[in-house]
């Protein structure tokens, strides 16, 4: 049986080094990721958002106060602190679920305030668009730079 916590040791550690390759490897190829900013992500998205976030990261810094894992299903505690692209620093808290199976992540839910995120990010226009309806134009700005990254040679 896979130590599931050093899964996700793994891939918190590869996100602080930029690492994408790493993260992409730990999920499964038919593996479930959603979270608030990008919603429900399914396949191969799950890698690919991970390769682009990695990628465009300047000064990530990745801390993981606390994880566990106890059979196929883990938690994992972090806290990622950046400039976003608007050149705002952002700390943002975020929980994680996972199931796994065979050692590779099969589900990630992970959970933080979106309204609190887009208003570090955003700035003012964050305050309105951090809550729904209209959390859903970052959203689909969110999916619409994953899907031109992937379709990217």
């Known amino acids: 049986m896979a130590d599931n916590a050093s899964v996700i040791r793994e891939l918190y550690d590869a996100l602080d080094r930029h690492d994408g390759e790493t993260m992409a490897r730990q999920y499964a190829p038919e593996a479930r990721f959603k979270d ?3 919603g429900e992500l399914s396949g191969a998205e799950a890698g690919d958002m ?4 990695a990628g465009r990261a300047e000064d990530l810094k990745v801390e993981l106060p606390e994880h566990s894992a106890d059979g196929d299903s883990g938690t994992a505690h972090w806290i990622a602190t950046y400039t976003f692209g608007t050149g705002r620093p952002v700390v943002n808290d975020i929980h994680s679920r996972f199931r796994f199976r065979e050692g590779l992540i099969v589900d990630q839910e992970d959970s933080f305030s979106f309204w609190r995120w887009a208003r570090q990010a ?3 226009p964050g305050v309105i668009l951090g809550v ?3 959390n859903l134009v970052v959203r689909s700005r969110a999916r619409r730079e994953l899907a031109h990254f992937r379709s990217a040679p």
């Open 50 to 53: 991970w390769r682009m976030l």
């Open 132 to 134: 729904p309806p209209m």
């Open 122 to 124: 955003l700035g003012p």
């Open 36 to 38: 608030p900013a990008f």
